[in-house]
Every structure is written in structure tokens, then in C-alpha cells.
């Protein structure tokens, strides 16, 4: 099982950061494809998750609109797009997998993690 993460960068406050993980090893349309950041000092944060069945999507209520999720099952792929990033989305993000019906918020439910990919918003 392998979770490929990619996309992160340094980018101005306002500005917009598109982040990729690849999945390979398992069956990708039967999990939910959850993205979670981690700040410098700071716990592991939930962002947002797609269910790869039904294409659901669920968000942190910090997200506020500024953040999309979608999953391309075809292609092994989930992608966060993040727009009108602020300094405090600073952070490295991580992909996971969960075989879950009904997507969760909660990292220790998620079974695959990949190895993050770090962005740093600059004000």
C-alpha cells in the first residue's frame, strides 16, 4: 500500500495550491480519501474527505469554502485544491485511506497514510 503526496510549495497569502496523492496496493473506490495538515507544533488537523463511492465530500468547518476535494477514481487519485490560502494553512499535509462507508474526521481511523508534502503560505 502506497500513498503518494505531492503538489506543496511556498505560495503568497491569496494565493491557490493544488495537492495530488496517488494511491497503489488497494482497492482505491472502496475508501474514503481523507487529507489532514499538521502546523509546527501542533496536533494533526482533519481538512476534508471524499467518499470514493459516492463522491461525497466533507470538510473542516475552517475550510469555508476556500477548499475542494475530489477524487478520481479511475486514475488512483484524490486532490485537494486550496484557494485564498491565509499564512495560518501553513502546514505539511497528509493523504490517508479509510474503508469506510461513511467518511471520518478522526485520524486514528484512517488506515494508509502517505508521507505528506509541506506547504508554506507567505503574508
Known amino acids: 500500500v502506497q500513498l503518494q503526496a505531492s503538489g506543496g510549495g511556498l505560495v503568497q497569502a491569496g494565493g491557490s495550491v493544488r495537492l495530488s496523492c496517488v494511491a497503489s496496493?488497494?482497492?482505491?473506490?472502496?475508501?474514503?480519501m481523507g487529507w489532514f495538515r499538521q502546523a509546527p507544533g501542533k496536533e494533526r488537523e482533519w481538512v476534508a474527505s471524499v467518499n470514493t463511492i459516492n463522491g461525497k465530500t466533507y470538510y473542516g468547518d475552517f475550510v469555508k469554502g476556500r477548499f475542494t476535494v475530489s477524487a478520481d477514481n479511475a486514475a488512483n487519485t484524490v486532490t485537494l485544491e486550496m484557494n485564498n490560502l491565509k499564512s495560518e494553512d501553513t502546514a505539511v499535509y497528509f493523504c490517508?485511506?479509510?474503508?469506510?462507508?461513511?467518511?471520518?474526521?478522526?485520524?486514528?481511523?484512517?488506515?494508509?497514510w502517505g508521507q505528506g508534502t509541506e506547504v508554506t503560505v507567505s503574508s
Open positions: 496496493g488497494f482497492r482505491f473506490d472502496y475508501y474514503c
Open positions: 490517508a485511506a479509510d474503508l469506510a462507508l461513511v467518511c471520518s474526521f478522526d485520524a486514528s481511523d484512517y488506515d494508509h
